[in-house]
């Protein structure tokens, strides 16, 4: 079955530092398109960002220049580099893979891992 595990979540204070890590099984991860997702109390999920199979990235406005999504198709795994965290990065941060495949698309989530940036 398709399980995609993350970690690295925790407490830190704003300016601080956090690598998020997502570990896959289940899929071929190399053909993959993979992604970070947020959903702070009270609001909608929302992408964060994209690495694609071709390793393409892709960032929210809000995040620019302060994370960095990357992968290891060794190690099936991909990560989230998060620098100068503010309060408002604060929510639990998901795991996504996605695959399309002309009009299909197949989608896959993690349980989540929660980040609390405060002082």
């Known amino acids: 079955q398709v399980q995609l595990v993350e970690s690295g979540g925790g407490l830190v204070q704003p300016g601080g530092s956090l690598r998020l890590s997502c570990a896959a099984s289940?899929?071929?991860?190399?053909?993959?398109?993979m992604g970070w997702y947020r959903q702070a109390p009270g609001k909608e999920r929302e992408l964060v960002a994209v690495?694609?199979?071709?390793?393409?990235?892709k960032y929210d406005d809000s995040v620019k220049g302060r994370f960095t999504i990357s992968r290891d198709n060794e190690k099936n795994t991909v990560y989230l580099q998060m620098n100068s965290l503010k309060p408002e990065d604060t929510a639990v941060y998901y795991c996504?893979?996605?695959?399309?495949?002309?009009?299909?698309?197949?989608?896959?989530w993690g349980k989540g891992t929660l980040v609390t940036v405060s002082s």
């Open positions: 289940g899929i071929i991860f190399m053909i993959n398109d």
């Open positions: 690495i694609t199979a071709g390793g393409t990235t």
């Open positions: 996504n893979s996605e695959r399309t495949l002309g009009i299909n698309t197949i989608k896959y």
